[in-house]
């Protein structure tokens, strides 16, 4: 199936008149809790991404510091009468958390997403998990629902992922409303009866984040910035865990061609 997939993507972008073939470079430099060195990490990606009438298919490879090179991600699908179907390892459709990775509260299953078949119409989306498709194509994994409604100035998700294995639920929403070139958010989620939350604002080019759950209501504050140098983008981030009473900064270069 994966071979499947990966072939047909790769032939509709040799063969579409609108293929789009981009690479991208990236340098995240980080600290290294347990030496107090920085360390920077270099990833190469190439995107190949190509349409039709009613047809798309796409795939990422990704390459870490040299020593790999994989297939990151890739789907196939099309759209019918309003309603768009695709298949590949694509991510899950839950809300997910603003904070720099690692420092983020939410309970988030979406990283645990590889293969899935997702449809969506109106507003709402449901995706269906695998396990591994090399075995068996029918084992479902889990199964998500997601549904995005625009209230007022307010977008509003409402989503929940049922794992088949373990027979529990994530309930998730989220909420943001724009205000010219800001926005104000929040989400939350709801797991083996813990609420956790994070709050976010975005302005200028920076965003800022407090996060936490019913049990800590403060985990971590932090705040991201990006711009454009000349065709380059540049991040920077610094997060602040209360708990640990630490500030972890990280810097980010990429360009894209």
């Known amino acids: ?134 075995t068996d194509v029918s084992d479902v994994a889990n199964i998500q629902a997601s549904y995005t409604a625009n209230v007022s100035v307010m977008e509003v998700t409402g989503a929940v992922d049922y794992n088949t294995t373990s027979e529990t639920y994530i309930w998730a929403g989220r909420a943001q409303a724009g205000f010219g070139t800001s926005t104000v958010g929040g989400t939350t989620t709801y797991a083996a009866e813990v609420l956790a939350f994070e709050a976010d604002v975005s302005a200028k080019g920076f965003t800022a984040y407090l996060n936490g759950d019913e049990n800590d209501i403060s985990e971590n504050a932090g705040i991201k910035w990006a711009t454009d140098v000349n065709g380059m983008t540049l991040k920077a981030d610094a997060n602040y865990n209360f708990d640990a009473a630490e500030v972890t900064p990280g810097i980010n270069l990429s360009f894209n061609f």
């Open 1 to 134: 199936m994966r071979i499947l997939a990966i072939t047909i993507a790769a032939t509709m972008a040799a063969t579409s008149a609108i293929a789009d073939v981009k690479g991208s470079v990236e340098i995240d430099i980080t600290e290294n809790k347990t030496t107090n060195k920085y360390e920077a990490t270099s990833t190469l990606g190439l995107a190949f991404d190509s349409g039709t009438e009613g047809a798309f298919a796409g795939l990422n490879v990704k390459s870490v510091d040299g020593a790999t090179f994989a297939l990151d991600e890739y789907y196939i699908g099309t759209t019918l009468k309003g309603v768009t179907m695709s298949y590949g390892e694509q991510g899950g459709i839950m809300p997910e958390a603003v904070a720099t990775t690692g420092f983020d509260a939410l309970s988030d299953p979406n990283f645990a997403m590889t293969e899935s078949l997702q449809l969506s119409a109106m507003g709402a989306s449901v995706a269906v998990g695998l396990t591994d498709v090399t």
